[in-house]
């Protein structure tokens, strides 16, 4: 057992849009990543997903609704809803999610990662 820093473990991550795995909760992984732009439209048939900001500002896209958060705040999104995460500045983030979460969902592209490195 070994406690996690998270202003250290940001340090380590350079590129926007790709989650590293900070941690394990039963069958869930503690991921962390830097984000800017906006991602994809996507949708997880079997996860929910937790977003939380730890460093900036996100907008996460609904059908419905934009979902504006701020630092210190988190979002839970429901398996099935169909989302689009933007941020307009870099943003830190840290996801909750079952360890079969692909971060692309349905949608299989260029920023679909299959395997996730850890930090």
């Given amino acids: 057992m070994k406690k996690v820093n998270l202003k250290e473990k ?3 991550i350079k590129e926007h849009w790709s989650p590293k795995i900070a941690g ?5 992984y503690i991921k962390l990543a830097k984000i800017k732009g906006e991602f994809i439209w996507h949708h997880h048939d079997q996860e ?3 977003f939380f900001v730890v460093k900036g500002k996100l907008i996460i896209r609904l059908k419905n609704q934009d979902v504006h958060l701020k630092e210190g705040e988190f979002f839970i999104i ?4 169909e989302h689009l995460p933007v941020a307009e500045e870099e943003v830190e983030i840290m996801m909750i999610e079952p360890k079969t979460t692909v971060n692309t969902g349905d ?3 260029d920023k679909t990662m299959e395997e996730l490195d850890w930090i």
Avoid: W
């Fill in 107 to 109: 949608v299989k592209n």
């Fill in 10 to 12: 940001m340090g380590l």
């Fill in 48 to 50: 929910d997903e937790l």
């Fill in 78 to 81: 429901p398996k099935g809803v």
């Fill in 24 to 28: 394990e909760l039963n069958d869930s």
